[in-house]
């Protein structure tokens, strides 16, 4: 198709009816994530950030839009379907993956028992819900090898909760926020 055609098609073809059709499920989805990322227990934030992805990367996400919105684009909306895009690959890196964090199938449920966490500092990879029930004895477990002069020792809880668990979600959260925020200013949206 001719840069000329294309131009043509676009002038008929409006993308903010696309991004509108969405604009529920992405408001929802901003909401969700500003209330995982304020949530103080990062092992219970990420289960939370899995039930709410996994649904979407079953889904497709917004792969349709982003299809639509290609066949409209003709630079005018480039900025429009990287946030899309974006959005997609956190789907795809904070969903399901049988060797990953959340080793769920699809439809499947998240639960504490399915969420793994650990691979990090020498901590054996273990069940959220294993972490979770004995968070109380981890709390206590001060790591000596991660203590610098300046700072506390940081205790094996600090490492699932904050580095593994907190740093993954502030990730994802940060990301989908900032992403579903350019959607919305781009077009508009609130």
Request: charged share 25%; with cysteine; net charge positive.
């Amino acid at each position: 198709m001719s840069k000329i055609t294309a131009r043509f098609k676009a002038l008929f073809s409006n993308p903010s009816k696309d991004i509108k059709a969405i604009n529920d499920q992405l408001t929802m989805l901003k909401s969700e994530m500003e209330r995982i990322k304020a949530m103080p227990n990062k092992v219970e934030a990420i289960i939370e950030l899995f039930r709410v992805i996994s649904p979407l990367q079953d889904t497709g996400g917004f792969s349709q839009t982003v299809s639509k919105l290609q066949e409209k684009n003709y630079g005018q909306i480039d900025t429009a379907i990287a946030a899309l895009q974006s959005l997609q690959k956190h789907f795809s890196n904070a969903g399901r993956d049988e060797f990953g964090m959340n080793r769920t199938k699809p439809g499947e449920a998240i639960t504490a028992a399915n969420v793994w966490l650990g691979d990090v500092f020498g901590i054996w990879t273990k069940s959220a819900q294993f972490w979770l029930e004995n968070q109380e004895r981890f709390e206590k477990d001060l790591r000596e090898d991660l203590t610098t002069k300046s700072s506390k020792p940081a205790s094996t809880w600090d490492c699932i909760n904050s580095y593994k668990a907190g740093s993954f979600v502030e990730n994802h959260t940060g990301g989908i926020i900032n992403q579903v925020s350019i959607l919305q200013k781009t077009f508009a949206l609130a």
